[in-house]
């Protein structure tokens, strides 16, 4: 058996100093302030002098290695001994051409896929505890976030369609009461209708202005007692007519 170690760096690598500096600091009062957990890059130890971790580039594997504490990229930090492997290093090396394989570097990504979530799958694949959760809480933060805002806009848009279909069918449903009240012979609505104790849908005024929208005008004028005086006038004037016509002898 043997030790599996795992290494850890504050990210330094923006090329300013400022910036550099910057990250430091954040790593200082939320790792060490509060515990928290910071920006951090990682890299496992086991078997020999080299360190194994995980970075971007264009082609090629992205899994790649240095002498252990070592790497120029980034300020060193600190080492934690996760644990031991019973492992050979016959069967370690077998891993890491198949993480190699399985971890191309322009799959990195800085949230879901970067440098700690390696170290995790090859501290797993050793049998060794993965790493604390302090070491990659930020990104994981931030992949959770990205997640939720996903799901949430989904779940916003399917919302929004079912408001949209409901409201369609109340309408319709809606209408055809109003429809079928207004054509039911005998209530107040339909000519000569005198049933005031049946049922019916009380409409608002702006649902009967919904309704009849799309409505033609009426060629008469009914009232709402059910009396049609549109076409007396005209029958006033025949009879006056016919009255004038002489009689025959």
Known sequence: MTEVMLHIYDVTNSGSDNTNNTIV????????????????????????EDEWSFGFCEQGTGVFSCPASKNPMYTYRECI???????SKFKVNQILRELSREWPGNCYDLLSK?????????CERL????LPGWVNRFANAGDTAVEI??????RFRQAK??????????YRFLAGIASNNNNTPGS???PGGVNRNSPRFQQPSWFKNLVAAGAKPSTSTTL??????????????????????PAHE
């Open 127 to 130: 049998g060794v505890p993965k």
């Open 114 to 122: 970067n440098c700690n979530h390696f170290c995790n799958e090859f």
């Open 188 to 190: 107040p609505d339909s």
């Open 149 to 154: 805002a996903e799901t949430t806009a989904v």
């Open 81 to 87: 001994v996760l644990g031991k492997t019973n492992l």
């Open 224 to 245: 709402e007692n059910g009396d049609d005086h549109s076409h007396k006038p005209q029958l006033q004037k025949q009879e006056s007519e016919v009255a004038c016509i």
């Open 25 to 48: 600091q954040i790593n200082r009062i939320f790792k060490d302030g509060i515990g928290l957990g910071g920006i951090f890059h990682s890299a496992v130890q086991v078997y020999g």
């Open 161 to 170: 369609t079912e408001i949209v279909t409901a409201s369609k069918v109340a």
